[in-house]
């Protein structure tokens, strides 16, 4: 009797242990500071394919964001200022919408005049990959595909002591 009971319990935790393993692979990652970064393709709007080390030793500032999001709409002219100061600098930003509207995203472009690379994933599939679902979101990764920042919300790109963090990190 105490064997068929031992016997039962051994069974139960190994099952409730089978089925928080299935549960935590069957979660999408979320990358942190130190996590290596997902690698990702896509082509910017320029025509021009576009991956994780394709930024030739440059420290990638990756940006994820859409036209409906008003945190990211706020951000976009700091962050054109913010790139044409580092620019020189050995800093390069990607700007990755998830808009699913082409024409909005489109229009957005055009009217604020973006000096550096965009690109749109309709899909969400690599700002899911970081396990990104609230926007804007920003990573930056250095050239061996490390995830040195990573910034949630709406961030004043312009800001002399953002500045000055980012150059630290190259």
């Known amino acids: 009797m105490n064997l068929d009971k031992t016997l039962r319990l051994v069974a139960g935790a190994l099952a409730l242990g089978l089925v928080a393993l299935v549960a935590d692979t069957m979660r999408d990652p979320v990358i942190q500071v130190g996590d290596k ?11 021009q394919p576009l991956t994780r080390d394709s930024f030739g030793g440059k420290l990638l500032v990756l940006n994820f964001w859409a036209t409906w999001c ?28 998830v808009d699913q509207n082409e024409p909005a995203y489109k229009k957005f472009i055009e009217r604020y005049g973006l000096q550096f690379q965009v690109a749109r994933d309709a899909e969400a599939n690599i700002s899911a990959s970081f396990g990104t679902y609230r926007y804007p979101e920003t990573y930056v990764i250095n050239t061996r595909g490390e995830v040195l920042e990573k910034f949630i919300g709406e961030e004043n790109w312009a800001d002399p002591r953002l500045i000055e963090r980012i150059k630290k990190l190259m």
């Open 37 to 47: 970064a997902p690698k990702f393709s896509i082509v910017s709007e320029t025509g």
């Open 70 to 97: 008003p945190p990211c709409v706020e951000e976009m002219p700091s962050l054109n200022e913010f790139q044409k100061q580092l620019r020189d600098s050995g800093v390069v930003v990607l700007a990755v919408s």
